[in-house]
């Protein structure tokens, strides 16, 4: 179909895509066909006038279509170029190429000043951000704009790329003088400039970083029990940015907070926001307001003039419309005076502003782009406001920074974002940082440390940072309770609500005797956290507290924290609201309302296990939802019930799975006698059944979906999202033939369990099921979070496994040391994949002992870690007195001459290895000369891969050599080197004597494509 055709048959589709977007790529559309003279100026300001978008894009489409088809084609270049490829989905766009650029300096000599600025308009626009105003007084000095035009372009109400775009219209009005200073000045390629305050602007700065400076000095969830100051507690946590852009492999890469705006990472550049996503309790809440610590305590983000920080929980709780300058001033700072300055400055310099969002996941509402807003003074609803500053719509070029729980980020939401960065908690260090900042005591500091360090379940989940606080403030009944008590999520809840209750009470009583005594308390708090998560509801009001009964001596115990006031205009989020002192800390309590009330009964129950298996959607919740049933206590039990089970499916999906797992916890066998033995005994014998049965149907529903292999396959699995969760209840039930029965008919040669967000927490629930597999499979787990505390909880099912895949998982040599110990006992385990790691020298010596002593072990991959010669010699120890490995990757290290020589040496002999990889390691010739003369040697090697690796061809003799006395090789791969005709001339002569192998790669060398075709003779050659 040519393009004219394809404008007409789709000129609905066009038309919808152009009328829903943003004004902005609109014009920003335009500035490019007026620049390709696509559009002549009166054709141009009729389809620019304002109107509606959909209206402006039917004109569009009638000029375009009316020009032909090589119109046509720019047009649908243009397209490519300025929209996002998603919402070119369904379109065939063919391939067409943009006009022959003409030779910029000479053209803008020739030609008038007006139509040079036209020719280079979408360069210019650029270039004019955060300019206007100094080439506005420019051209007011020199008499062209009267103050008036100087005030018009630089209303408010306009982005800056729409001042620019103004500026340039009305200079191409006022003649070619005007144009000619403007042209000058873009010329003069004036750098950024960052103007110096004024005194209003700068007085409305300090105002907004004391009040922030204020609001980040304490952790905020916990004002009611202790003041933590956040300088003294705060440590670092893991933040790594999945590399989507890289070619060959999905590469990742850690990054500090202060660097998260950089270009590393970049997917979508024309997007501003960075998204965090962090599962619960991985500090997100705690990076933005350390983030914002450091701006307002001028110790980072300095380029940024005003940060503006939000709470998605709290924003919430406007109802009212508000604009985008009620929303910066009323509800973060209130400049004293000069707003509508101060205004005009945030307007004009969007690239000085930073937004922040938190908890983007306790939006009561999905994220949608349908109702466009790009008015900065217009009020719509907040959460509207919002989704349009994601979308760029309004303060299009700002910094923006939000963070989520994974599971609410839509596709239609990621179509915004810059770049996401996963933040995965704390590493080992981190956690001995961490306890060490909370026990000032260094005795006592040790003792803990050594005590979370014995008990490996325990240290696993001290990584995410808010178990970690629960363990180094609990620490003493942990200690009272033995190193084998605390191994769960819901161990760990219960510790904490043993604290507070014991804090309280003073008493020396056990747990039991101090819960049966607050069994009202702990039913009034469960209620409220019920009630609050079916609605979405992180933030309780006086009256929703009196609903549920809470006293005031429910709210000292500690787990209730106020609410931080955010606004003083926001009359619903005062001083006298109240939250949880974490919302895992109310999935807790819904779940002790779930587990020891008998007016929840089996259908809640049903659904909450249930949930999502048939929603899929991530959260949230319906408008019904939102008005009906909230805390409303008169009703019967049956009433209750069916509402529990009915809004359970409403609402968001990790605060109910959360939740589920404590339920399974405080059912289990281990807790039973919570609350002395007869409390209820019987009813929780019930729903302990019913969630057993629940998660046992699920797995092996699961299971039975898995299609048959195909012809000579291996029978693989990629595990559902609700897998991992399925597992981590049953790993919280600690019923090992839950366990068994879960497993028993999985029947699979592969687990496939890559991006799954599966830290050390999920790995030990992942082995304690496991564990019980029948058979041996392949466990893939490639771009998780294991890193070395989630190895060692691995390990136990490490005999299950035939393989085990760990690529891009934070894994150090530390972790290594742990797997391979068990490795030399695991008789099944024959693979490991190690790609993409933190793997140095220091974990050669482990390999090397794993290949001296396993001989059954058949793949190692090392590809893309920090391996020098050193490490290559001391695996080539190895290997030597190995004979069964048959693939060595050592991809993308740094093992060099030296390395490559220790290899070959140790395969000259060698009997089992097929193929070997040393891509990238800059083996040179010393290498090169090394391994070609093993092959003369070797009777084994089928695939030898030395691309990137600067061979020249002096090289390929060597190679020749070896070649002429090989039988066994196949393939040498010797693409991207520096070899020319004359060493592929050697290896061709070599070839008449070798009938083995069937393919050498040689592209991205230095031959030229008359020398490859008079080279095709030999068909063995690849280009
Ligand atoms: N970097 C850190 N340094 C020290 N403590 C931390 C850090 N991050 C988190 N914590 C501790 O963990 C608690 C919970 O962290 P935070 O509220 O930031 O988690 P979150 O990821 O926002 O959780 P949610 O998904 O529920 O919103 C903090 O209150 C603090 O005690
Ligand atoms: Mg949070």
Avoid at 663 to 677: A, D, E, F, I, Q
């Amino acid at each position: 179909m040519n393009a004219d055709q394809l404008l007409k048959a789709r000129r609905h589709q066009f038309i919808t895509i152009l009328g829903r977007g943003s004004v902005e790529v609109f014009e920003s559309i335009l500035d490019r066909l007026l620049a390709w003279d696509l559009l002549n100026w009166e054709e141009y300001e009729y389809v620019k006038s304002p109107g509606l978008l959909s209206r402006s894009s039917r004109y569009l489409l009638d000029v375009i279509v009316c020009k032909g088809t090589r119109a046509c084609e720019l047009f649908v270049v243009v397209l490519r170029d300025v929209l996002h490829s998603s919402q070119l989905t369904g379109l065939i766009l063919g391939n067409y190429k943009p006009p022959e650029e003409t030779d910029k300096s000479s053209a803008s000599r020739s030609s008038l000043a007006s139509q040079t600025l036209q020719k280079h308009r979408p360069d210019i626009v650029r270039k004019l951000h955060g300019h206007i105003a100094a080439v506005l007084e420019l051209l007011h000095r020199h008499g062209h704009f009267s103050k008036y035009e100087c005030e018009e372009v630089q209303l408010p109400i306009y982005t800056p790329s729409q001042q620019a775009r103004k500026l340039l219209d009305l200079s191409k009005a006022k003649g070619d003088d005007t144009a000619q200073v403007l042209l000058d000045y873009v010329e003069s390629e004036p750098g950024p400039v960052k103007p110096i305050l004024g005194n209003i602007c700068l007085k409305y700065q300090e105002k907004l970083s004391s009040t922030l400076a204020a609001q980040s000095r304490f952790l905020t969830n916990y004002a009611g029990t202790e003041n933590m100051c956040l300088e003294d507690i705060y440590v670092d946590c893991i933040l790594e940015i999945s590399n989507t852009a890289a070619e060959n492999d999905c590469l990742s890469f850690l990054v500090g907070l202060e660097n998260i705006f950089g270009s590393d990472g970049v997917s979508n550049k024309d997007a501003d926001t960075v998204l965090i996503t962090g599962e619960a309790g991985s500090g997100k809440s705690t990076s933005l307001q350390k983030i914002q610590q450091l701006w307002a305590t001028k110790q980072a983000f300095q380029d940024i003039t005003f940060v503006f920080a939000f709470s998605c929980r709290r924003l919430n709780f406007i109802d009212k419309p508000v604009s985008l300058k009620m929303l910066l001033f009323e509800h973060c700072c209130w400049p004293d005076d000069h707003q509508d300055e101060v205004f005009r400055y945030i307007l004009d310099h969007p690239e000085e502003i930073m937004f922040m969002f938190d908890g983007f996941d306790e939006f009561k509402l999905q994220f949608t782009d349908e109702e466009k807003h790009c008015s900065p003074t217009k009020p719509i609803t907040a959460l509207n406001l919002i989704f349009n500053l994601l979308q760029g719509n309004l303060m299009k070029n700002t910094k923006k920074v939000m963070t989520s729980r994974p599971n609410a980020v839509t596709a239609n939401l990621r179509k915004y974002l810059q770049k996401e960065i996963t933040l995965k908690g704390f590493s080992r260090e981190g956690i001995e940082m961490f306890i060490r900042k909370c026990h000032s005591n260094s005795s006592s500091a040790e003792h803990i440390l050594h005590f979370v360090e014995a008990n490996s379940a325990l240290h696993g989940l001290c990584h995410v940072p808010f178990f970690c606080w629960i363990v180094s403030k609990c620490h003493e009944q942990l200690m009272q309770n033995g190193s084998d008590f605390t191994h769960t999520m819901t161990d760990v809840y219960l510790l904490i609500l043993e604290h507070f209750l014991l804090h309280f009470t003073q008493s020396c009583q056990g747990i039991n005797e101090v819960l049966l005594s607050r069994v009202a308390t702990v039913h009034h708090l469960g209620k409220l956290a019920l009630d609050g998560l079916t609605s979405c509801c992180y933030i309780f009001s006086a009256a929703q507290l009196q609903e549920a009964e809470v006293s005031e001596e429910d709210i000292s115990l500690g787990f209730l924290v106020h609410s931080h006031s955010f606004s003083h205009a926001c009359s619903v989020v005062n001083n006298r609201n109240y939250e949880f002192l974490h919302i895992t800390v109310q999935c807790f309590f819904a779940a002790l309302y779930i587990t020891l009330n008998d007016n929840v009964g089996q259908s809640t129950l049903y659904s909450l296990f249930k949930h999502n298996q048939e929603n899929t959607s991530p959260c949230m919740m319906s408008a019904a939802c939102l008005k009906g049933w909230l805390f409303d206590c008169d009703q019967s039990g049956e009433q209750h019930e069916r509402r529990s089970e009915v809004m359970l499916q409403e609402a968001e999906r990790s605060n109910l799975q959360i939740t589920a797992s404590f339920v399974s916890g405080l059912l289990s066998g281990r807790h039973r006698n919570l609350m002395g033995k007869n409390f209820l005994i019987q009813q929780r014998c019930k729903k302990y059944k019913l969630v057993k049965k629940c998660l046992a149907k699920s797995i092996q529903k699961h299971f039975l979906s898995i299609p048959p292999a195909v012809g000579g396959e291996k029978k693989s699995m990629h595990a559902l999202p609700e897998f991992v969760w399925w597992i981590k209840c049953i790993y919280e039930m600690q019923d090992n033939n839950l366990a068994k029965q879960a497993v028993s008919k999985l029947d699979v040669d592969h687990l496939k369990l890559t991006y799954c967000g599966i830290g050390p927490v999920e790995c030990t629930a992942l082995a304690y099921v496991l564990k019980h597999l029948k058979n041996p499979m392949g466990l893939q787990l490639d771009y998780n979070s294991v890193g070395d505390l989630g190895i060692e909880q691995l390990l136990p099912c490490l005999d299950i496994c035939q393989s085990i895949y760990l690529r891009g998982n934070n894994i150090s040599d530390q972790g290594i040391s742990k797997l391979v110990d068990r490795a030399l006992d695991s008789c099944n385990l024959q693979k490991i994949a190690l790609f993409h790691n933190n793997l140095t020298d220091a974990c050669t010596p482990y390999f090397a002992k794993l290949l001296k002593h396993k001989d059954n072990f058949l793949a190692l991959r090392l590809g893309n870690n920090h391996l020098t010669a050193a490490g290559a010699e001391v695996l080539a120890e190895g290997l030597k007195q190995n004979n069964s490995i048959q693939y060595l990757g050592l991809w993308g290290n740094k093992i060099g001459g030296a390395g490559a020589c220790a290899l070959a040496a140790a395969l000259e002999n060698n009997t089992s290895m097929l193929w070997l990889s040393l891509v990238g390691n800059n083996v040179g010739s010393q290498g090169a000369k090394a391994l070609a003369l093993m092959l003369k040697k070797n009777t084994i090697l089928e695939e030898l891969c030395l691309q990137e690796n600067n061979l020249v061809d002096e090289d390929m003799l060597h190679f020749a050599e070896g070649l002429q006395n090989n039988s066994s090789l196949k393939v040498l791969k010797l693409a991207q080197n520096r070899i020319s005709r004359k060493g592929v001339e050697f290896i061709v002569k070599a070839l008449k004597h070798n009938v083995t192998i069937a393919s050498i790669w040689l592209g991205g060398n230095h031959v030229t494509a008359e020398e490859i075709e008079e080279m095709t003779a030999e068909r063995r050659l690849t280009f």
